[in-house]
């Protein structure tokens, strides 16, 4: 049986490993960071931590960095908006001329710019939103998925730890008797000897030519 090695990434340890350096690619963060920050919760080292992202748990979330940096996309291009918008209405003001009434030439007011790009606004927002809380259900599925997958892996574990618990007994069961049995062969071989012997050390006798018993040496 193949002995496990006390550093050995778990099943848990990878989990944590995707969830938290996902969660910087699509917060805009860097990958280190997400390795200090795995490497604190699980005792690892931030090095650690990256060479088995690269080397092993990356490959299995391929889609889901793709969806993450199409977030952290989005999430930019709102950052870039956000002061645009805030700032339209004094740009507005500061280069179209307005009437006592606070209206411009074409009959349409600086409050109705501002409220229209705020809608606008909100809108992209609203959009975003939904489409955030629909990749976190699929990551939260996919979450569950391995969740259950490593649930079973736990169970065939202590199964095969069960099987091999008992083929270990059985085979001290074998061994004893099979060393049992090499000493009831030996003694009888002993014993074999002993009688072979005997029978050579008893007297032996032959009939002369005279009918007289002659002893043999």
Same mark, same amino acid.
């Given at each position: 049986m193949t002995a496990v090695r006390q550093d050995a990434w778990s099943a848990e340890d990878d989990l944590i490993l995707a969830e938290v350096t996902l969660r910087h690619i699509r917060e805009g963060s860097t990958q280190l960071n997400a390795f200090e920050e795995v490497g604190e919760r699980i005792g690892r080292t931030a090095a650690a931590c990256g060479f088995r992202w690269n080397s092993c748990v990356r490959k299995k979330y391929e889609a889901a960095i793709s969806i993450a940096k199409a977030q952290r996309q989005k999430r930019n291009y709102m950052k870039k908006q956000t002061p645009l918008i805030a700032g339209s209405g004094m740009a507005s003001l500061a280069s179209v001329e307005l009437d006592d009434g606070g209206y411009r030439s074409d009959?349409?007011?600086?409050?109705?710019?501002?409220?229209?790009?705020?809608?606008?606004?909100?809108?992209?927002?609203?959009?975003?939103?939904?489409?955030? @809380?629909?990749?976190?259900?699929?990551?939260?599925?996919?979450?569950?998925?391995?969740?259950?997958?490593?649930?079973?892996?736990?169970?065939? @574990?202590?199964?095969?730890?069960?099987?091999? @618990?008992?083929?270990?007994t059985d085979y001290r069961v074998v061994n004893d008797d099979y060393k049992a049995l090499i000493q009831i062969m030996d003694r009888a071989r002993r014993l074999a000897f002993l009688n072979e012997e005997d029978e050579e050390s008893k007297s032996r006798f032959k009939m002369d030519a005279n009918g007289n018993l002659e002893r043999i040496e």
């Open positions: 009959g349409v007011t600086e409050e109705t710019i501002s409220i229209d790009a705020v809608i606008r606004f909100l809108r992209g927002w609203k959009n975003t939103v939904q489409e955030t @809380n629909r990749q976190m259900k699929s990551l939260e599925k996919e979450l569950r998925e391995k969740e259950e997958e490593l649930a079973t892996l736990r169970e065939e @574990n202590e199964r095969l730890s069960t099987q091999v @618990n008992e083929v270990q």
